[in-house]
């Protein structure tokens, strides 16, 4: 597995925007598709965008379609999320995780077997 951590959260206004961003370490990063989870109070764990290994590919919820920019910098170890024009809905946790598998489909969790600890993102209105 891998070690993550994700950084970047905060308290933003709606209509704002935030940048988060997951470290890497302990595995070759490149061998892993990355994506983003998050978790609002009282609902269950959702997809949120999700990223090839060399990054030429993405995927996004349709909720965060061109609201959210997933991207990733693998001489870094990092991948990011950029989130704009947020509102009060889209306040949760959100998570890194990363994928080793070549056949899960990248928008399921199960295809992820490393996660970080959250960082939480307060949208108020």
């Known amino acids: 597995q891998v070690q993550l951590v994700e950084s970047g959260g905060g308290l933003v206004q709606a209509g704002g925007s935030l940048r988060l961003s997951c470290t890497a370490s302990?595995?070759?990063?490149?061998?892993?598709?990355m994506g983003w989870f998050r978790q609002a109070p009282g609902k269950e764990r959702e997809f949120v965008a999700a990223?090839?290994?060399?990054?030429?590919?993405?995927y996004y919820a349709d909720s965060v379609k061109g609201r959210f920019t997933i991207s990733r910098d693998n001489a870094k170890n990092t991948v990011y999320l950029q989130l704009a024009s947020l509102n009060p809905e889209y306040t949760a946790v959100y998570y890194c995780?990363?994928?080793?598998?070549?056949?899960?489909?990248?928008?399921?969790?199960?295809?992820?077997?490393?996660w970080g600890q959250g960082t939480q993102v307060t949208v108020s209105s």
């Open positions: 302990g595995r070759t990063f490149i061998n892993y598709r």
């Open positions: 990223i090839s290994r060399s990054g030429g590919s993405t």
């Open positions: 995780a990363a994928s080793p598998s070549y056949y899960i489909r990248i928008t399921a969790d199960r295809a992820y077997d490393s």
